[in-house]
């Protein structure tokens, strides 16, 4: 792609029946970076990440993701292109065991090809899963199945890692495991696009931030400039 975007988002405006809640949002991910979404509850970030995924389909404006149209593709198609969304609330199989769990985000014949060595991956990025492997996923804390949903998303070998809110409501140890590990996935070649309330952890990971307002991009810039940013400071950081 000539423009060195992995996924670009135009002048998208989103509703819900007819309730507009995205307006004219326009932000760009380019491969390798780890990029990140900041705004209040209700700002628009979840609706923004369902829309990349066709989860919904935009008023007008479009997304791409490596020069192909998403928002013209059922929600189906997103996965084979190379991207996982892994949603808020984690939304394991409970009654189903964890490695089940994690077998199911290989569902797509180039992934099935790879599910063994993609299994080993996993495992090594969450050793606490190999030994839940035989485990309920109902059964486990929910830092636990935090981990194994995003090592679900994690084995369709997507090039786009989505995560919506992963830190939320884990303890503080847990989220420093959660930020520990999006690093981790990140220095392994995964490009990031993550959606998160822990808005001071997300800036100092993140190569560059949108921060959402009322379904507006309001401010951008790199995560260093944007954690002494004195708007941040004030609306997100309590500073």
């Given at each position: 792609m000539s423009s060195g975007n992995m996924l670009e988002v135009k002048s998208l405006d989103v509703f819900y029946g007819d309730v507009q809640v995205l307006w004219d949002v326009n932000f760009e991910v380019k491969q390798g970076e780890v990029v990140?979404?900041?705004g209040a509850n209700g700002s628009g970030k979840s609706t923004t990440l369902a829309t990349i995924s066709s989860l919904l389909t935009p008023k007008r404006g479009s997304v791409t993701f490596?020069?192909?149209p998403l928002h013209t593709r059922a929600a189906h198609e997103i996965i084979s292109l190379g991207i996982a969304h892994v949603p808020e609330a984690r939304r394991l199989f409970p009654d189903m065991t964890v490695e089940e769990n994690l077998l199911l985000g290989a569902l797509t014949p180039e992934a099935k090809k790879t599910r063994p060595e993609m299994l080993e991956k996993v495992y090594t990025l969450f050793p606490r899963m190999r030994e839940r492997a035989?485990?309920?996923a109902g059964t486990m804390s929910g830092g636990e199945q935090q981990m194994a949903a995003i090592g679900r998303g994690l084995m369709s070998k997507p090039r786009l890692l989505m995560l919506?809110?992963?830190s939320l409501g884990l303890s503080p140890l847990l989220v420093g495991d959660i930020f520990r590990v999006?690093?981790?996935v990140h220095k392994q070649g995964v490009t990031v696009l993550?959606?998160?309330q822990n808005v001071f952890k997300t800036l100092t990971?993140?190569?560059r931030a949108y921060v959402l307002e009322n379904g507006q991009i309001v401010h951008s810039g790199t995560g260093k400039d944007l954690l002494n940013d004195e708007h941040v400071k004030k609306a997100y950081l309590g500073l």
């Open positions: 990140a979404l900041i490596e020069g192909q035989k485990q309920l919506d809110e992963p999006v690093e981790e993550l959606v998160e990971i993140a190569d």
